[in-house]
């Protein structure tokens, strides 16, 4: 089973920045989608930024303009680029991956997710 590890989270004040890092565990493992997900205490989980295998990129609107998604698709490492960091950014931040290409829009249409990584930010 392919596992994805995260890296990048941690505590940041207001008005900084954070870069998510995940990779696969799998060298030969070839996604489509990948992305990440966030899940505040008591809220559902919902779609930060998704990039398919080629250019095709998607942001909730909450995160446009301040976060970035990248890939690095010899390496199956996808990224995120956090800045202007807000209050309401702090979550646990899940990388995720599906087999499809066109990168799909919620959760439970990826089939592979890394365990999760704080982030915290104090206003």
Sequence with gaps: QVQLVESG???VQAGGSLRLSCAASDR???PGAMGWFRQAPGKERGLVAVMGSGSSTYYTNSVKDR??????????TVYLQMNS??????????CAAAKRVVPPLR??????????TQVTVSA
Aim: proline share 0%.
């Design 9 to 11: 989270g941690g505590s």
């Design 28 to 30: 030969t493992f070839r």
């Design 67 to 76: 976060f970035t998604i990248s890939r690095d698709n010899a390496n199956n």
């Design 85 to 94: 960091l807000k209050a309401e950014d702090t979550a646990v931040y899940y």
């Design 107 to 116: 959760w439970d249409e990826y089939e592979y997710w890394g365990q999760g």
